[in-house]
């Protein structure tokens, strides 16, 4: 059980657009949804936290406005990275926590390349 | 600013013996501590967590926790070369940061046969 699926696995897109990533936890209700960001040969980051329902919480440094996040149900959250840059070029990794526990189950991760 | 260290490595055993990994913490509220494996490109897989000062065991992996110290650590006995990956350490925080995982730059294992 607890499994967390993303998808797409890996996107390429030219610099300006725009693109989701999907993360479902497939056979529990996810009260919280976190997304982390991880650059080659560094630690996983965490961007934002995602309450079904509410507004998410950005760290300090992440520019809400640039990568959108939705949590409109308890298995589903998204986040969009609006007008991709290379910069943006990073390993995107989502995780979801059952309420009341501490664990994070995560997802496989999404490689988003920006051209 | 709360911060979680670990050495990078790499780390270098040969197989069957005992990988030592070792991680320290800043913030003395943190409540709880997980150690991560990551393979190349994949996403982190939970080893184990630890809550409590000691020692936990889980098959060949023991975590050691010392709150005092601000300091935890994860054993891996009969080291094999399917155990070379990037080992992360995460740490949940209390208060306001409740929930949230602080991870360190992860300790590079090497299992060599």
């Known amino acids: 059980g607890a499994v967390v699926s993303q998808h797409p696995s890996r996107v390429i897109c030219k610099s300006g657009t725009s693109v989701k990533i999907e993360c479902r936890s497939l056979?529990?209700?996810?009260?919280?949804m976190f997304w982390y960001r991880q650059f080659p040969k560094q630690s996983l980051m965490l961007m934002a936290t995602?309450?079904?329902?509410?507004?998410?919480?950005?760290e300090q440094g992440v520019e809400k406005d640039k990568f959108l996040i939705n949590h409109a149900s308890l298995t589903l959250s998204t986040l969009t990275v609006t007008s991709a840059h290379p910069e943006d070029s990073s390993f995107y990794i989502c995780?979801?926590?059952?309420?009341?526990?501490?664990?994070?189950?995560f997802g496989p991760g999404t490689r988003l390349t920006v051209l | 600013q709360k911060e979680v260290e670990q050495n990078s490595g790499p780390l270098s055993v040969p197989e069957g013996a005992i990988a030592s990994l070792n991680c320290t913490y800043s913030?003395?509220?943190?409540?709880?501590f997980f150690w991560y494996r990551q393979y190349s490109g994949k996403s982190p897989e939970l080893i184990m967590f630890?809550?409590?000062?000691g020692d936990k065991e889980d098959g060949r992996f023991t975590a050691q926790l010392n709150k005092a110290s601000q300091y935890v650590s994860l054993l891996i006995r009969d080291s094999q070369p399917s155990d070379s990956a990037t080992y992360l350490c995460?740490?949940?925080?209390?208060?306001?940061?409740?929930?949230?995982?602080?991870f360190g730059q992860g300790t590079i294992l090497t299992v060599h046969p």
């Open positions: 630890i809550y409590s000062n």
């Open positions: 995780s979801a926590r059952v309420q009341g526990q501490l664990r994070q189950y």
């Open positions: 995602s309450n079904e329902g509410s507004k998410a919480t950005y």
């Open positions: 056979d529990f209700q996810a009260t919280t």
């Open positions: 995460a740490v949940n925080a209390g208060g306001t940061s409740y929930g949230k995982l602080t």
């Open positions: 913030d003395r509220g943190s409540q709880s």
